[in-house]
């Protein structure tokens, strides 16, 4: 493990606003926590996965074998029927709900762009990674990804 880098001694405060471009950039970012925290999940499980290809919506984390695709998705920013994906942004609240909209519409069409190619569709929510026992639940929606190969019935 490296030693953590020390943070930059600025208050949060006297940073200047983020611009809009700049927000985005962040929120579409890869390596989040969350999506870390399936990939060492999987590394742990011995799955095999990579993190790019040219798939619709371009999938977080994508299992070649078993022909399917796991897709890390945040709350707030999918719209999840939680807590979290209920809560309102706290300024510029039109844009955002906008934005927050058409990432739904997007998820929901690359889910069926993918479905029609054949893959399997395995959407993790950020708050599921939360609770007791998410290893568990996420193994067996492999399980059942992959049984599907095997059975032959595409
Ligand atoms: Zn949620």
Redesign the pocket.
């Known amino acids: 493990m490296k030693p953590k880098r020390a943070k930059p001694k600025v208050g949060i405060a006297k940073c200047p606003p983020l611009t809009r471009s700049e927000i985005m950039r962040a929120v579409k970012s890869k390596n989040t926590k969350p999506e870390l925290l399936v990939r060492s999940f999987l590394r742990k499980r011995k799955i095999k996965y990579r993190t790019y290809g040219n798939l619709p919506g371009r999938p977080d984390i994508i299992m070649l074998q078993y022909k399917a695709v796991i897709r890390v998705?945040g709350?707030f920013w999918h719209r999840?029927?939680?807590?979290?994906?209920d809560r309102l942004p706290k300024t510029n609240v039109e844009y955002w709900s906008v934005k927050i909209e058409r990432n739904v519409a997007r998820d929901r069409e690359n889910k069926i762009d993918l479905k029609k190619r054949g893959w399997r569709v395995i959407d993790v929510?950020?708050?599921?990674l939360k609770k007791a026992g998410w290893e568990a639940r996420l193994g067996t929606r492999i399980k059942v990804a992959a049984r599907r190969l095997c059975k032959g019935n595409e």
């Open positions: 998705m709350c999840h029927s939680c807590k979290s994906g929510w950020e708050c599921s």
